[in-house]
């Protein structure tokens, strides 16, 4: 049921964040004087609607979106009646068409901006200190958390009646034991307790000095023996090492909340910091389709790889199962802030292509203009359709890929 619940909850975030984009490019065309005749959410056939004014609003049967109806958007449109040729969208200055374009992806941006502050003060944000990568990781004080069993295959999953209990259990270790020495050579971080307990020759006895609340204890240990790739080479060849049935019990909180006043400073960071990631997201999204593919067709999902809305939805309903309502904020936040930089992209149909468009007009009006030559005009639209298809074409292939990915392969937060 929770499950279920988290992927409602995300489901309906993005189709009101989608919703909310339409009224951004409503509201600023009607404070423009723009005549807006239709704002829907969702798309197919019409379940209600009122009329307001000149404007119908309602309720269509596919909850996948929204639109709205901005008379003239382009010269070509040829469905602007003669007397509302004075409010086309065309007709109006490229400054106000930049804004009622960009309005959508703004939208995105304050859904994700107050989201973030409301987030810093009441759950928190991920700690830019919390160690994300294996040498950061390496480096952790050699604090323990207890493992119950010994996974011998180099896989994770559950523990099962037949894996061997843990060494560290048995010998009476506790989780938040720091371990200070193994086999008389002292260790102070993660990775050398690592390094040490792997020196060890497999099923042998290892001597484990530790400290329990300050106090210095000892114990001696009968290491079991499992298979793993070497520690600087996760894709190596596997082989039997020692295994103490221990995790690194990682003392860094990985979430930080903030006063009301701090909050501002932490979401700027953080919107920075999202929207480096979200560049460097989309630079590596081609690279990504072979590793989508390979998903598809019974390969190793990698974690890496792009989602669709199919995919957050999941995400989100494991969060929520698995008691991490956090990370649904999170997915929130994100998916608005990269809807908001895709939807700039200066490709058509996406917003940022039309914007493209009427600065292109405008640049070339000044420079004619300067040398003196008659204003070449509008672009005509018409003209780059089969450049739009491509975009859709291939906006399209990919979508469907993600999706599918997402249905047969999905990408999972926690071990099965």
Same mark, same amino acid.
């Given at each position: 049921?929770?499950?279920?619940?988290?992927?409602?909850?995300?489901?309906?975030?993005?189709?009101?964040?989608?919703?909310?984009? &339409?009224?951004?490019?409503?509201?600023?065309?009607?404070?423009?004087?723009?005549?807006?005749? @239709?704002?829907?959410?969702?798309?197919?056939?019409?379940?209600?609607?009122? @009329?307001?004014? &000149?404007?119908?609003?309602?309720?269509?049967?596919?909850?996948?979106g929204?639109?709205?109806?901005?008379?003239?958007?382009? +010269?070509?449109?040829?469905?602007? #009646?003669?007397?509302?040729?004075?409010?086309?969208?065309?007709?109006?200055?490229?400054?106000?068409?930049?804004?009622?374009?960009?309005?959508?992806?703004?939208?995105?941006?304050?859904?994700?901006?107050?989201?973030?502050?409301?987030?810093?003060?009441?759950?928190?944000?991920?700690?830019?200190?919390?160690?994300?990568?294996?040498?950061?990781? *390496?480096?952790?004080?050699?604090?323990?958390?207890?493992?119950?069993?010994?996974?011998v295959e180099?896989?994770?999953?559950?523990?099962?009646?037949?894996?061997?209990?843990?060494? !560290?259990?048995?010998?009476?270790? *506790?989780?938040?034991?720091?371990i200070? !020495?193994?086999?008389g050579?002292?260790?102070?971080?993660?990775?050398?307790?690592?390094? !040490?307990?792997?020196?060890?020759?497999?099923?042998?006895?290892?001597?484990?000095?530790?400290?329990?609340?300050?106090?210095?204890?000892q $114990?001696?240990?009968?290491?079991?023996?499992?298979?793993?790739? +070497?520690?600087?080479?996760p894709?190596? $060849?596997?082989?039997?090492?020692?295994?103490?049935?221990?995790?690194?019990?990682?003392?860094?909180p990985?979430?930080?909340?903030?006063?009301?006043?701090?909050a501002?400073?932490?979401?700027? #960071?953080?919107t920075?910091?999202? !929207?480096?990631?979200?560049?460097?997201?989309?630079?590596?999204?081609? &690279?990504?389709? +072979?590793?989508?593919?390979?998903?598809?067709?019974?390969?190793?999902?990698d974690?890496?790889?792009p989602?669709?809305?199919?995919?957050?939805? @999941?995400?989100?309903? &494991?969060?929520?199962?698995n008691?991490?309502?956090?990370f649904?904020?999170?997915?929130?936040?994100?998916?608005n802030?990269?809807?908001?930089?895709f939807?700039?992209?200066?490709?058509?149909?996406? #917003?940022?292509?039309?914007?493209?468009?009427?600065?292109?007009?405008?640049v070339?009006?000044?420079?004619?203009? *300067?040398?003196?030559?008659?204003?070449?005009?509008?672009?005509?639209?018409?003209?780059?359709?089969?450049?739009?298809?491509?975009?859709?074409?291939?906006?399209?292939?990919?979508?469907?890929?993600?999706?599918?990915?997402?249905?047969?392969?999905?990408?999972t937060?926690?071990?099965?």
């Amino acid at each position: 049921m929770l499950y279920l619940l988290g992927v409602v909850i995300i489901a309906l975030g993005i189709l009101i964040s989608v919703s909310l984009h &339409e009224a951004g490019h409503m509201l600023t065309a009607k404070l423009f004087g723009m005549k807006v005749t @239709r704002y829907f959410v969702g798309f197919g056939p019409t379940v209600w609607s009122f @009329r307001r004014g &000149e404007t119908e609003y309602g309720l269509k049967a596919i909850p996948l979106g929204g639109f709205c109806k901005i008379v003239g958007m382009t +010269p070509q449109d040829d469905d602007v #009646d003669p007397a509302d040729e004075p409010r086309a969208m065309w007709r109006y200055p490229v400054w106000k068409r930049t804004i009622v374009m960009g309005a959508g992806s703004v939208t995105h941006f304050l859904l994700a901006i107050v989201a973030l502050w409301f987030a810093a003060i009441f759950m928190g944000l991920p700690n830019p200190d919390f160690p994300a990568t294996e040498a950061q990781v *390496r480096q952790e004080p050699a604090v323990i958390t207890l493992t119950d069993c010994v996974v011998v295959e180099n896989v994770q999953r559950a523990c099962t009646p037949n894996d061997p209990p843990s060494p !560290a259990v048995q010998a009476q270790l *506790r989780t938040g034991d720091r371990i200070t !020495a193994v086999n008389g050579t002292p260790v102070a971080t993660w990775g050398q307790v690592l390094d !040490a307990v792997r020196r060890t020759p497999a099923n042998a006895p290892a001597t484990i000095d530790y400290q329990r609340d300050g106090n210095p204890q000892q $114990a001696v240990v009968q290491l079991a023996s499992v298979q793993r790739p +070497p520690l600087d080479n996760p894709s190596g $060849a596997l082989s039997a090492v020692s295994a103490l049935g221990v995790a690194v019990d990682i003392q860094t909180p990985g979430m930080i909340k903030y006063s009301a006043v701090g909050a501002f400073g932490a979401t700027a #960071d953080y919107t920075g910091e999202m !929207a480096v990631n979200t560049l460097h997201a989309l630079q590596r999204i081609p &690279e990504k389709v +072979p590793a989508l593919w390979t998903a598809i067709t019974g390969g190793e999902r990698d974690a890496d790889t792009p989602i669709s809305v199919v995919g957050a939805s @999941r995400l989100g309903g &494991e969060a929520l199962a698995n008691g991490v309502a956090e990370f649904l904020v999170l997915i929130f936040i994100s998916l608005n802030f990269f809807v908001g930089i895709f939807n700039l992209l200066p490709l058509l149909p996406l #917003d940022g292509g039309h914007i493209a468009i009427a600065w292109f007009e405008r640049v070339r009006t000044w420079i004619f203009t *300067r040398l003196g030559r008659p204003d070449p005009g509008r672009v005509d639209y018409f003209k780059l359709m089969p450049v739009t298809y491509v975009v859709i074409l291939i906006g399209g292939a990919f979508t469907l890929l993600t999706v599918t990915a997402d249905v047969v392969n999905p990408i999972t937060l926690f071990s099965r």
